[in-house]
């Protein structure tokens, strides 16, 4: 078995993990090659190409590892695109990487995927806006006059961001918004 090989059965192992901590929330797990498919669940978002009578909250992913994976990011896409800065509009690839490292995981792509649904994450810097309108709107939405339910964090396996949100919430610290840039 390659170095490829052994850490791709490494990020298997990882989302199924993540379902077993999230079962109502990843659900649909499958994998052909070098792709895995799966559908996140209990996230609420406008699609980018019409906005809907209410906010789509299921979101089918693709998370694609490209050959030369760890040295080169994976990749993820929606089946939808979802109204934010960093998605594109017509492929749904979601920009979730400001700066590469090797030790990047499916678990920290996810966390950030659903940080972006929630409007938590998004990076403001030209390289990374596919939508420049959802950008003004975030940040609107994010500086309180917009209203919107917020996206519950993943319940993680190494990286626990739900946890993580609990403990700031007993300690009284307020929640920040978090940007890429």
Known sequence: MTNFERRL???????????????????????EDRLFRLTLRETSARLARAIPDGPVTVHHLRVIYPTYFPAVPLEVYVDNAFWHPNVHPETGFVCI????RVDHTVEH??????????GRLYNRE??????????????QWNDGDLTRDRVKPLIGVAHDTFALDRFAADQGIPKRRRRLS
């Open 9 to 31: 059965q490494a990020e298997w192992e990882l989302l199924q993990r993540l379902a077993r901590l999230n079962p109502s929330r990843l659900t649909d797990l499958s994998v």
């Open 97 to 100: 990487w400001e700066q590469h």
């Open 109 to 118: 792509a996810l966390h950030k995927v659903v940080a972006m649904v929630g």
């Open 126 to 139: 030209a390289l990374h806006v596919m939508q420049p309108g959802a950008l003004d709107w975030i940040e």
